[in-house]
Each structure stands twice: as structure tokens, then as C-alpha cells.
């Protein structure tokens, strides 16, 4: 069962307070705390449940440390994504600290969000209107830790031309960091020319690698050898 997330305590030498917490307390350990706060990381992982249960914790837990949460739907809607979180036994509450920009229901024909503190962007083409929303979540989130998941970066390249993606998350990304964010981009496996993919990755401070394995799977962290063995439970990703 995976344990629940832990707050980076500032007299334990090993949790570092410049990172934010994964959500899943044995990685938080074994990262010194969990992701770099602030910084770009992208989540790399095949189709499925895996990279949404990852984004799921972070978001979670950011939320329950007092952080200011953005979650970014580009290829789902917000119902959508509380309903997995949930299926995997992760509450997400959507609320003044914890806020969808919903890049994807309007492509459905939806008006009237299901979430009141929803953001509405006009598609996922709509990198300009995106980016005023991330500059008004920004200006919200003075004086606090943002918490940003793309989920995913996948669809902004599909409905952009590359260079336009490539500059918006030069742009925004460095917004971010210097607003004090950690930002999460969840990347389709295999989806995207390797071009393409070396040069996203290169715009990141970090690349973490899911690796199915049939019933479960391994994580790549950076500067870590060896691979971390997990599995997705009905409580959440657990290490085993």
C-alpha cells in the first residue's frame, strides 16, 4: 500500500525544501524530498494509466501542502481526470487552491464547466489565450509554491506546428520557474519524431522514464542508475 505523501521537513537533512513532493513518500525519499522546486520535469511513459496516476499524487499532495495547484487538461476533461484519480483511489478537489485550465471540453461542444474554479481555453490550438491563463494563475499565486501539470503535452504538439510548441514552453516554462513552479508535462511514449523529442527534452531540468513491464513497471529517475521497480494499485503507485 503506498504510504501517504509527507510535507518536506526542513530539519530532516535528507528532505531538501528545494523540491515538492511526488505524492508517493518512498520516492520523495529516495529524490531528497521530490521533484525540483523550481523546475520543468517531463514524464515519459506509454499510453495508460501510469503518467496520470504520477500527476495525480503530485497534484494531491501539493494541494494538501498549501501549494497553489494548476492542472492543465489538453486531452480530457477535468471530470475526466477526477474520475481516474479517483479510480485509483486519489481525491482530487477542485477549489480556489487547486484550479483546471480545461483546454479540451470546449472541442467537445461543453459550455458550462462541471467545476466552478475551472479555466476555460478555447482548444488546445489556443497557445496565446493558454498562456494568458498561466499569467493570470501566476499573478493568483503570489507569495506561494504553484504545483502545474500538462496532462498532456502530447496534444499541444499535435494541434501546433513544432516551433510554435517549442517557443511557448520556452516562454512559459521560464515564467513559471520564475514564479517559484514545479510543472510536470506528461509526454506520449513513441508518439513524436525523435527530433522533436530531444529538443523538448532538452527545454526540461528533468526526465523521468516510465517502462511497462506487464502488470507493473519501472521508473528512470535522473542520476540514477538502476531502475525503481512500481505497480498502480487501487490505492495509487506504490514502489514493491
Known amino acids: 500500500m503506498a504510504l501517504p505523501p509527507i510535507a518536506v521537513d526542513e530539519s530532516m ?3 531538501r525544501k528545494t523540491k515538492l513532493s511526488t505524492g ?4 520523495d525519499i529516495m529524490l531528497e524530498g521530490g521533484y525540483q522546486n523550481p523546475g ?3 514524464l515519459v511513459g506509454p499510453s495508460g494509466m501510469e503518467k496520470g496516476a504520477f500527476a495525480f499524487h503530485f497534484a494531491k499532495a501539493s494541494s494538501e501542502n498549501g501549494h497553489k495547484v494548476f492542472y492543465i ?3 480530457t476533461t477535468p471530470e475526466d481526470i477526477v474520475n481516474k484519480a479517483s479510480s485509483v483511489g486519489i481525491e482530487l478537489a477542485s477549489g480556489k487552491d487547486f484550479k483546471f485550465i480545461d483546454c479540451f471540453s470546449s472541442t467537445l461542444g461543453t459550455s458550462s464547466p462541471p467545476f466552478k474554479e475551472t479555466i476555460q481555453v478555447s482548444g488546445p490550438s489556443a497557445l496565446n489565450d493558454l498562456s494568458l491563463a498561466i499569467n493570470e494563475s501566476i499573478k493568483e499565486s503570489a507569495g506561494k509554491k504553484m504545483a502545474v501539470v500538462f496532462h498532456s503535452l502530447s496534444s499541444l504538439v499535435l494541434y501546433n506546428q513544432k516551433d510554435s510548441v517549442l517557443k511557448f514552453l520556452q516562454v512559459v516554462g521560464g515564467r513559471l520557474k520564475n514564479a517559484d513552479a514545479t510543472v510536470i508535462l506528461l509526454i ?4 513524436h519524431e525523435k527530433q522533436l523529442f530531444a529538443m523538448l527534452e532538452h527545454s526540461m531540468d528533468s526526465t523521468f522514464t516510465i517502462h511497462d513491464k506487464g502488470g507493473s513497471f519501472e521508473l528512470k529517475i535522473p542520476d540514477v542508475e538502476a531502475m525503481i521497480p512500481m505497480r ?3 490505492t ?3 514502489i514493491i
Open 13 to 15: 537533512p535528507i528532505l
Open 236 to 238: 495509487g503507485i506504490a
Open 73 to 75: 487538461a489538453t486531452d
Open 24 to 27: 508517493i513518500r518512498e520516492l
Open 188 to 191: 506520449e511514449e513513441g508518439m
Open 232 to 234: 498502480l494499485s487501487p
Open 40 to 42: 520543468n520535469i517531463l
